[in-house]
């Protein structure tokens, strides 16, 4: 299996250019150069994948759930069996470190494929025994063509994470993954034509969200829309799908807190917060950009973080020693660095990092900063309110209990939240005082595909994972027998 300077659309089992003949350039966020070209989609190439997954529907959505499993595992096969490949493309495709998608993206996404095939075999329903009367059961019955529109920070990560439960459940889908990096969705088109995926099932539109995300969300034959970006998008998307009461599935903005609280294991702490505050360039929705530490510890904590981001080396994505990559495009490196410039008027001080990271050779017009650390920022501040998405942390100390609940709920999102303590019985209070859709105590980005996935207020609406997913994409249908 080999990337291609030209990437197409796959629609109705076949890979084709879009019907405008028109590309978009797709740049490699290490060097600033284009070195592929993606199809430029609009709302023709839309209807021709819905139609496409329209005819395939019938089919698949009445085949046994042991034909829709083997199909899905030799996609999980074909993954797994190129994933060098796939990773090398992912990487080239967004700057991340090519060791994180050896050893996160391209593994969770065979995962997913693998867990939801499984999954959807285990799938069962209701009954409710009226005794003497009647007895009600409940079908869950796949709801037709469906829309699953990723972002670019974990791209075949959260494609597949839509795409697999969607399938197995008996969907066909149209897809369109991120314009920014759309390589190993294109990939994935390949390896859905070598496992023998029936033509129409999935279908995968590539471009640009305006146009040919916009035309997934607006067409009246897709019955769902799961979406994972930012929140402004995911408010575009509910004012277009709400009033014609389409299922939504909206995983949005998050800046999550991170909570220290004096009694923690020290080492243990450090590590992970290392990991939250600067995995993938802070390029995670799960990433916990405000830290707040118990005043005794404060001190203690600040010099040592400041310390450990120092020691990250920042570089060649593909270099084995590299801690962080490129940034995912120049667009958002500006908007990272005007966040880091809108802290210092807002009366914060930059501790370590933040400047662009001058790079000799190939890399010389790449997408590199150093890792921020900020002090003294107040909560209100646009900061600390709005979603940056880089490599930049603020700090600030806390002295009681309350105190840091009402930090960490102060922000309109409320995707997760991370406590480090070992007082179980505070870990337990606090957990359950947090405005957030998941809690990690004492660890992050710990994940089980079995629980709920998703945020409360700004972060969006319903969940992903597990039976919410298989439910999400299915629709219940009571039927009641009247005994004779």
Known sequence: MTTDKYIKNYIDGALAPAVSGQYLDNYNPATGKVYSHLPDSDENDVQRAVEAAGRAFREWSTAEPRTRFRLLMRIADIIEQNMETFARAETMDSGKPLSMSMSVDIPRAQANFRFFATAVLQFGSESHHMPGEAINFTLRQPLGVVGCISP???????????IAPALATGNCVVGKPSELTPMTAYLLSKACIEAGL???????????????????VEH????????????????????????????LSLELGGKNPNIIFADCNFDEMMVGTLRSSFSNNGQICLCG???????????????ELVKR????????????????????????????????????????TILCGGNRLEMQGEFENGYFLRPAVIEGLPLECRTNQEEIFGPVVSIAPFDTEAEAIAL???????????????????????????????????????????????????SGVGREGGSEALRFF????????KYG
């Open 198 to 216: 029936p033509p129409g099932v999935l279908n995968i539109v590539h471009g640009l969200g305006p146009k040919a995300g916009q035309a997934i």
């Open 152 to 162: 670019w920070n974990l791209p075949l990560y959260l494609f597949t994470w839509k």
């Open 220 to 247: 009246p034959k897709v019955k769902a829309i799961s979406f994972t970006g930012g929140t402004a998008t995911g408010q575009q998307i509910a004012r277009t799908a709400a009033p014609v009461f389409k299922k």
């Open 408 to 458: 960490a709920n102060g922000t309109q999102y409320g995707l997760s939240a991370t406590v480090w303590t070992q007082d179980i019985s505070r870990a337990n209070r606090v957990a359950e005082q947090l405005q957030a859709g998941i809690v990690w105590v004492n660890c992050w980005m710990v994940r089980d595909l079995r629980t709920p996935f998703g945020g409360v207020k700004n």
């Open 289 to 303: 950009p405000r830290i707040y530490v118990e005043r005794p510890l404060y001190e203690k904590f600040r010099d």
């Open 309 to 348: 981001t120092q020691f990250l080396k920042v570089g060649d994505p593909f270099s084995t020693v590299a801690d962080l990559g490129a940034l995912v495009s120049k667009q958002h490196l500006e908007k990272v660095q005007s966040y880091l410039s809108l802290a210092e008027v807002e009366g914060g």
């Open 474 to 481: 299915t629709e219940p249908k009571n039927v009641c027998v």
